[in-house]
Nanobody
Framework: VQLQASGGGLVQAGGSLRLSCVAS????????VGWFRQAPGKEREFIATISRGGGSTDYVDFVKGRFTISRKNAENTVYLQMSTLEPEDTAVYYC??????????????????WGQGTLVTVSS
C-alpha cells in the first residue's frame, strides 16, 4: 500500500483544515489508520487513530474536541478534520497504516507504511 497525505496549508489561529490520506495499491479497509505529526525541533507524536470499520477512534488528549478522524473506505480515504487550530499545531502531519493490530495503537512502530507528510502552519 502507498499513502498520499494532502490538505495542509497556512491557516490563522482558530481556523480549520481537513487533511486527507488516500491509499493506493491496496484497500484501506484492511488497515487501522493513524495520524501523527512532527513539529519543528520535536519528535514525531501520535494524534489519532481509527479502526478498520471506523467504529472506534482514539485521540491524544490535547486534540480531543478539536480534531476528528474519519474514513470513507469506499473512497480509500481517511480524513483528519482539524478545528480551532493553534500555533502549537504547526507541524508536518503524517498518515500511516497498521495491518496487523487488532485495535488502534498510538505506538509508531505498529505502523509499517507512512505517507510523505503534509505541512500545516498556523499563524497567530
Amino acid at each position: 500500500v502507498q499513502l498520499q497525505a494532502s490538505g495542509g496549508g497556512l491557516v490563522q489561529a482558530g481556523g480549520s483544515l481537513r487533511l486527507s490520506c488516500v491509499a493506493s495499491g491496496d484497500a484501506i479497509r484492511n488497515y487501522i489508520v493513524g495520524w501523527f505529526r512532527q513539529a519543528p525541533g520535536k519528535e514525531r507524536e501520535f494524534i489519532a487513530t481509527i479502526s478498520r470499520g471506523g467504529g472506534s477512534t482514539d485521540y491524544v488528549d490535547f486534540v480531543k474536541g478539536r480534531f476528528t478522524i474519519s474514513r470513507k473506505n469506499a473512497e480509500n480515504t481517511v480524513y483528519l478534520q482539524m478545528s480551532t487550530l493553534e500555533p502549537e499545531d504547526t507541524a508536518v502531519y503524517y498518515c500511516a497504516v497498521d495491518r496487523f493490530s487488532r485495535t488502534g495503537s498510538s505506538t509508531q512502530i505498529d505502523y509499517r507504511t507512512w505517507g510523505q507528510g503534509t505541512l500545516v502552519t498556523v499563524s497567530s
